[in-house]
Each structure stands twice: as structure tokens, then as C-alpha cells.
């Protein structure tokens, strides 16, 4: 058993998750905590990290240490996406969190973050012996990727999470229609033009595995739980891209006070959810895929993986 810290520094939120990893690959949660700061709407606004998200990051990596100190994990792994990665003021935030938090900071290109996505899907979902396709949605970007085992065939990092979008796009809440179609194309066009390498792989987009918050909480609304049942894992759970498309179109009409009252949703989640569901929405169609199948691992638990298997040798 090896306990592993991870110190996920994303685009909409900052994670410490802490498991004790077994040589089979189970992960039992020892800690888990969190900040959401929202750094990806700033950096699609502004294009850097202003002074004062740069401070709550800070604190909010003090915070991470505290956890990683009463854990006691045998291996810690910092990496920081999107936001950290694209912002002009990246290096320099970069360098102050990792002085915070006493390790260093690995900023991870658009290709390793999409390895490492796939890593967690496919410990934590079926996934065939042929090659399949991936996507995860995170506050600043969409890793989207082909796997066949633990080797990525072809990686694709897009800045089309909802959090770097709503900051460049300038989105009201509700969204309105235009607005809304304005996203959709976006999102559309994009992934054509930028997908070119997925060509040769287009049947494997009809089971697309997803991860991410966005997909999490769509789940939850599918399932059509409340209380309890609202809470309970999605994993595996399809979504069928009609059921996705209407899902997009009733949160995206809700203002942040409706978003809030639906079933099962964090309010952290609610500010996002209806950029989220309308990228997923575009997402789905510009790939031609039939239906999504959750997983409710991603990028952490899949650099845990990753730790596991360099252990293992």
C-alpha cells in the first residue's frame, strides 16, 4: 500500500486528494479538500492571474500543505493545468504556489494531462482492448484522447472548459439564446478543425467516455434522484447526446438561483453547470457520438495510477 497525495491546481478549483493506493490499483480516501477560485474565467478575461485570485491561491495552497503534513503521504504530486499553463503570469503564480506549498509545481502540457485523464477513466470504467476514445471537461480545458490499454495514441488539449470560456465570452445568466448558439458554434467549429488526428478513429466516438464535474452533475440530473438518491455515484452511468442536448437546453435557461435548486447539484457547480452542459452538448455532436459513458475518475486518479505504476516498476 502506498499513500499518495495529489495537489491538483485547476482551472476552476484547487484539489488535495489523498488515498492509500493498493497494488491492485484501489484507492481508499484518506483526504480530501478543496478551493474553488475560478482562476479560468480570469485568465479568459484578462489573459493573466490578477493579484488578488493570485493571493487566494496562495492561501488555499497553505491550506493543501496543512492536509499534506497530518496525511503523511509517502508520494506527492502537484501539477497545474489549463489556467496555470495559459496565463501570461503563469511561471511567476506557479513559483509562489510551489514555495507555498513546499514541493514543486509541475505545469503539464495538453498531452500528459490527456494521458493522465485517460489513466483514471480507464481504472475506473469498462473500456474495451481496442483502442477508445475520451474526453475530460475541466474548468479550462478539453483533453480529448485515444487509448488502447495504458498508451495514449492521440492527445488533443482544446481551451474550451467553461470556466476559460465564460470569461472570454462574457456570458449572461441566463444564457440567451444567441449567446447560447454563439457557444454551441464555438465549441463545434473548434473541435472539427482542431480534431483532424481523431479522423481515423471516428467509430470509437459512438461510447465516448467522459469525466469531469459538468458530466458528474448531468448524470446526477438523468439519474432524476432527490435527497440521498441525488447523491449516489454516477459512475458508468450513460448519457444518451438527445438526453444531453435537452438537459443543456432547460439548465441553460435557468439563472444561477434556478441552477441552484436543481437536484443533487453543488452550489460550486451551479455558476458553470449551463456553459458546461451546452460545451458537452457541441462537444458530443462535433464528434458524432451516440451516447457518453461517466466516469467518476479523471485526472487525479489517474496520476495516482500513474504513481502505482512507476512503484511497480
Not at 491546481?9 to 489523498?18: A, C, E, P, R, Y
Not at 474553488?36 to 500543505?65: E, N, S
Not at 502537484?78 to 509541475?106: H, K
Not at 479550462?140 to 470556466?163: F, K, T
Request: charged share 25%; hydrophobic share 45%.
Amino acid at each position: 500500500m502506498v499513500r499518495v497525495a495529489v495537489c491538483d491546481l485547476g482551472s476552476s478549483s484547487f484539489h488535495l486528494l489523498v488515498c492509500d493506493v493498493s497494488a491492485e490499483g484501489a484507492l481508499l480516501p484518506v483526504l480530501r479538500r478543496r478551493s474553488t477560485l475560478h482562476l479560468g474565467i480570469a485568465v479568459g478575461q484578462r489573459g493573466l492571474i490578477p493579484a488578488d485570485r493570485i493571493a487566494m491561491a496562495q492561501a488555499a495552497a497553505r491550506r493543501m500543505r496543512q492536509g499534506i503534513e497530518e496525511s503523511r503521504p509517502d508520494r506527492v504530486v502537484a501539477m497545474a493545468t489549463a489556467a496555470l499553463r495559459d496565463a501570461g503570469n503563469g511561471p511567476e503564480v506557479v513559483d509562489r504556489i510551489s514555495r507555498c506549498l513546499g514541493v514543486p509545481v509541475a505545469v503539464l502540457d495538453g498531452a500528459e494531462e490527456a494521458r493522465l485523464c485517460m489513466l483514471g477513466q480507464g481504472a475506473s470504467v469498462w473500456t474495451p482492448d481496442d483502442p477508445w476514445l475520451g474526453v475530460d471537461l475541466g474548468g479550462g480545458s478539453l483533453e480529448v484522447a485515444v487509448a488502447s490499454g495504458p498508451s495514449v495514441l492521440v492527445g488533443l488539449s482544446l481551451p474550451l472548459g467553461p470556466a476559460r470560456l465564460s470569461g472570454e465570452m462574457v456570458l449572461g445568466d441566463p444564457i440567451s439564446s444567441a449567446e447560447r448558439d454563439r457557444l454551441f458554434g464555438r465549441v463545434f467549429d473548434e473541435v472539427k478543425t482542431m480534431a483532424v488526428p481523431l479522423r481515423g478513429y471516428g467509430e470509437l466516438a459512438r461510447r465516448t467516455v467522459v469525466s469531469g464535474g459538468t458530466a458528474r452533475a448531468l448524470a446526477r440530473l438523468a439519474s432524476g434522484g432527490t435527497g440521498p438518491s441525488a447523491r449516489r455515484g454516477v459512475n458508468q452511468v450513460e448519457l444518451p447526446v438527445g438526453q444531453v442536448r435537452d438537459l443543456a437546453d432547460r439548465i441553460s435557461r435557468l439563472d444561477l438561483d434556478g441552477r441552484r435548486g436543481l437536484p443533487g447539484i453543488p452550489a460550486r457547480r451551479a455558476a458553470l453547470l449551463g456553459v458546461g452542459a451546452v460545451v458537452l452538448d457541441a462537444l458530443g455532436a462535433a464528434l458524432g457520438a451516440e451516447r457518453f459513458v461517466v466516469s467518476e475518475w479523471g485526472l487525479r486518479e489517474g496520476a495516482m495510477v500513474d504513481v502505482l505504476a512507476r512503484e511497480l516498476g
